[in-house]
């Protein structure tokens, strides 16, 4: 499968001066660089500069989607305008954007294909079963925040195309949550790790 990446950065409270536009055409000379707009298609390979560090020098605004599930919006805002406290929870992590990317939805076409990847790499790596706590409430699920539950597996694939459901022991049957809702309690460390990689990927607003 061919690699499709879509690249865009806009300078909206400042245009680029020439020396401005001189010096971001040496990293990315196939792109098409305006006064206020940056943008490039990528079929291999890939930008070869930090978009964070040219938000930090020249631009307002930055979007990148790409045909494995990225989709990854940055704003430049007055510092004032935020909590970082709680904002920092939802601030990008290289190394989970690339395990996602690598390991979790490497060569998948679409969203069917993607959710597939989740189902795998969390079935391989959620070691069943585990107790977990809700953290916060969803209108599909009877949890509630503060319930403390046994994960005891994977929903069958074919109800996790559009969210990843972990199946919790209940007094009468096994019902199926979404792990977003769930937090680990005391697991061991890939265990950890593949819960807080999905509630990574909700918390910057993928989708499958």
């Known amino acids: 499968?061919?690699?499709?990446?879509?690249?865009?950065?806009?300078?909206?409270?400042?245009?680029?001066?020439?020396?401005?536009?001189?010096?971001?055409?040496?990293p990315t000379s196939r792109a098409t660089i305006t006064a206020i707009r940056l943008h490039n298609v990528y079929h291999w390979g890939d930008f070869k500069f930090d978009p964070s560090e040219l938000m930090g020098r020249y631009f307002d605004a930055f979007v990148n989607v790409a045909n494995w599930g990225t989709h990854w919006l940055m704003l430049r805002l007055p510092e004032a305008w935020f909590d970082l406290a709680v904002d920092n929870r939802y601030a990008e992590n290289k190394e989970r954007e690339e395990r996602i990317r690598m390991e979790i939805v490497v060569d998948a076409n679409?969203?069917?294909?993607?959710?597939?990847?989740?189902?795998?790499?969390?079935?391989?790596?959620?070691?069943?079963?585990?107790?977990?706590?809700?953290?916060?409430?969803?209108?599909?699920?009877?949890?509630?925040?503060?319930?403390?539950?046994?994960?005891?597996?994977?929903?069958?694939?074919?109800?996790?195309?559009?969210?990843?459901?972990?199946?919790?022991?209940?007094?009468?049957?096994?019902?199926?949550?979404?792990?977003?809702?769930?937090?680990?309690?005391?697991?061991?460390?890939?265990?950890?790790?593949?819960?807080?990689?999905?509630?990574?990927?909700?918390?910057r607003g993928y989708q499958l």
Not at 7 to 21: K, N, T, V, Y
């Open 110 to 203: 679409g969203p069917e294909e993607q959710a597939t990847g989740w189902h795998v790499y969390l079935d391989t790596h959620l070691r069943f079963p585990f107790p977990a706590r809700c953290v916060t409430e969803r209108v599909i699920s009877p949890l509630e925040v503060g319930d403390v539950v046994d994960v005891v597996g994977m929903a069958p694939e074919d109800e996790c195309e559009h969210d990843m459901f972990v199946l919790v022991r209940r007094p009468r049957k096994q019902l199926g949550v979404p792990l977003a809702q769930l937090r680990d309690q005391g697991v061991d460390e890939e265990t950890e790790q593949a819960i807080e990689d999905w509630r990574y990927r909700v918390g």
């Open 1 to 26: 499968m061919s690699e499709y990446r879509y690249h865009e950065f806009q300078a909206i409270d400042r245009p680029l001066s020439p020396a401005d536009m001189s010096e971001l055409r040496n």
